[in-house]
């Protein structure tokens, strides 16, 4: 099993302290001695303290790779005091190091800061590092403090010496051979995230075995709907057999953790599950030994087999969102590390609504895109994070599941193409009305005053006035062109002067010829598109009677407005 084990001992003032943990799973220690100042007890020369592995240093069941020491002289930049001179400090260390056959070896290493906090045009070193290998046990004592060129018997307040052991150990896997055996399903292990007595996540354990350096954890999904006139299910314990193939269809992540939890983005059926340990041959450490799956049995690792035969099985009986048309991407990383994205789909197979999971914040995200009454993408909401459901007791967390509703015209409704899509009647008809969304829910709440996390960096999130969404206006002309483009927030609408303006045309023979010369061909071949963007500028592009762009350009007048060069703000 590897040990990467951090041994850490600070001397950075007048209190020792001692402590140890350690963690199963990846037999990781950390080992803190400190020394530090408070007030009225100054750190003073012949001051020390130890860094040290625990015993054994030898021993058969494991073997040690690599052991590196390390001592640190810092400045610490979170204590409020200061040395008001600036100027070199230097520290002289009494070493004495022991390896793991005890053999002790003695040094004085000297540590150089250059404390320059006040000008900036001068080198200020505020770490210094002295690095050496092999000790499992050193003990260091301050020997003299010399601050600005003049000796002291007091190190300055503000300052520490650290000393850290840096352990890669591994461990002998000695049950490679032996399955593991997954432990039983508990009711903790069925977790309905946010009340609504729909079941969202299956946690799968394992017990922690020794010398398992890591995990892989392999499922796969078979479901067991019936083509039986009256029996919706299959009865996996009645001939033929429900059968399962973990080779043809399964996933598998790899974890240094003992546990695991799996979304429940599945239909009716049964997800089949094993695990495996991985640990290190200590011959050759940088080679695997893979231990046997958990199905194993007398010879037989049952990569196929029947549904009946396998004990480690949860059986899924809430179908996720039976009644919509659905689509799940999980896309994987290293420690089992997982981005899992649902979209939701109508009838005609139109994306309506996609929702993310955030993992590391126990969150999700959820995006919307709404069409218009010919079926066109008109409306693109930003996506923002669910808030907590008020559950009152037990887990309260976003699940990945469909959020009807969720961006809303008023109270109740959802926001749809009748509230941006409908003729206009009166004397301007061209410009659609557009209506805002309702703060109390989705986008329109997250971008606004009543967003009810207000705390950090997230005070800072604009307000959209009802806007969080960009929209898209087509030509009425069946072509599928756009005619204008507006941008998120009200200012960036398409009744507002920042909208982006789309125009086609053809260009004049003698545009072309002016371009191109006599060769270019006739002007009947050709296009000319011109884009206003939000600042007013024209852009012009040419294309070619297959599409391609031959030409772009800007247009319009030169800016009215005074522009300083560059260079001369840098003079």
Same mark, same amino acid.
């Given at each position: 099993m590897l040990n990467v084990s951090n041994y850490k001992a600070l001397l950075i003032s007048g209190l020792f302290l001692l402590s140890v943990t350690a963690s199963q799973a990846a037999m $990781?220690?950390?080992l803190a001695a400190r020394i530090y100042t408070i007030p009225g007890t100054p750190i003073v020369t012949g001051a020390n303290t130890t860094a040290q592995i625990p015993l054994p240093y030898i021993d058969p069941s494991f073997k040690d790779v690599s052991v590196t020491d390390k001592i640190t002289f810092a400045v610490d930049h979170f204590n409020m005091t200061y040395l008001p001179t600036p100027g070199d400090i230097v520290v002289t260390l009494k070493l004495e190091q022991w390896d793991k056959n005890a053999v002790l070896t003695t040094s004085f290493p000297v540590l150089t800061l250059k404390y320059q906090p006040f000008n900036a045009a001068s080198p200020y070193v505020d770490k210094s590092v002295y690095k050496f290998n092999g000790a499992y046990k050193f003990k260091i004592t301050l020997q003299a403090i010399t601050v600005g060129g003049t000796s002291t018997s007091t190190l300055p307040a503000n300052l520490f010496i650290d000393a850290d052991i840096l352990l890669e150990r591994y461990t002998n896997f000695a049950t490679a051979t032996t399955p593991i055996g997954i432990l039983p399903t508990v009711a903790t292990d069925i977790r309905d995230l946010d009340c609504n007595s729909v079941n969202d996540e299956f946690q799968i354990n394992w017990p922690v075995i020794s010398g398992v350096e890591e995990y892989q954890l392999e499922w796969t999904f078979v479901n067991d709907y019936s083509t039986t006139s009256g029996a919706?299910?299959?009865?996996?314990?009645?001939?033929?057999?429900?059968?399962?193939?973990?080779?043809?269809?399964?996933?598998?992540?790899?974890? =240094?953790?003992n546990t695991y939890i799996i979304s429940l983005t599945f239909e009716h059926g049964y997800i089949l599950y094993r695990v495996r340990g991985i640990g290190r041959n200590l011959t050759d450490p940088t080679k695997n030994i893979v231990g046997v799956w958990s199905t194993y049995n007398a010879g037989n690792s049952n990569?196929?087999?029947?549904?009946?035969?396998?004990?480690?099985?949860?059986?899924?009986?809430?179908?996720?969102?039976?009644?919509?048309?659905?689509?799940? $991407?999980?896309?994987y990383a290293e420690e089992g590390k997982k981005k899992e994205v649902i979209s939701y789909f109508d009838g005609s197979l139109r994306n309506r609504q $996609?929702?993310?999971?955030?993992?590391?914040?126990?969150?999700?995200?959820? *995006?919307?895109?709404?069409?218009d009454h010919q079926g066109r993408p008109a409306i693109n909401v930003l996506p923002v994070p669910v808030k907590n459901p008020a559950c009152g007791s037990g887990l309260?967390?976003?699940?990945?599941?469909?959020?009807?509703?969720?961006?809303?015209?008023? =109270?109740?409704?959802?926001?749809?193409?009748?509230?941006?899509?409908?003729?206009?009647?009166g004397v301007d008809t061209c410009?659609?009305?557009?209506? *805002?969304?309702?703060?109390?829910? *989705?986008?329109?709440?997250?971008? $606004?005053?009543?967003?009810?996390?207000?705390?950090?960096?997230?005070?800072f999130v604009p307000d959209a006035e009802l806007y969080p969404f960009s929209q898209i206006e087509y030509t009425p002309d069946n072509t599928g062109r756009i005619r204008r483009q507006g941008g998120v927030g009200k200012a960036f609408q398409l009744d507002q002067p920042h909208a982006t303006k789309y125009y086609y045309g053809w260009p004049a023979q003698i545009q072309l010829d002016r371009l191109f010369g006599s060769e270019v061909g006739n002007a009947a071949h050709y296009k000319k598109n011109m884009v206003v963007d939000a600042n007013g500028q024209v852009s012009l592009s040419y294309l070619d009677q297959e599409g391609r762009t031959v030409a772009t350009s800007l247009a319009g007048d030169a800016p009215k407005d005074a522009v300083t060069p560059a260079i001369t703000i840098l003079e």
């Open positions: $990781s220690q950390y919706p299910y299959i009865d996996i314990n009645v001939l033929p057999y429900l059968e399962y193939n973990f080779k043809n269809n399964s996933t598998r992540i790899t974890t =240094a953790n990569d196929k087999g029947y549904v009946k035969d396998i004990t480690s099985k949860y059986y899924n009986t809430q179908e996720h969102e039976s009644n919509k048309n659905w689509q799940y $991407s999980a896309t $996609s929702v993310t999971k955030v993992n590391t914040q126990n969150n999700t995200i959820v *995006g919307e895109t709404i069409y309260s967390i976003p699940a990945l599941r469909f959020y009807p509703s969720f961006n809303r015209v008023d =109270a109740t409704n959802a926001y749809s193409r009748i509230n941006f899509d409908l003729d206009k009647t410009n659609p009305v557009t209506t *805002g969304m309702n703060v109390i829910s *989705g986008a329109s709440n997250y971008y $606004s005053s009543s967003n009810p996390d207000k705390t950090g960096a997230q005070a």
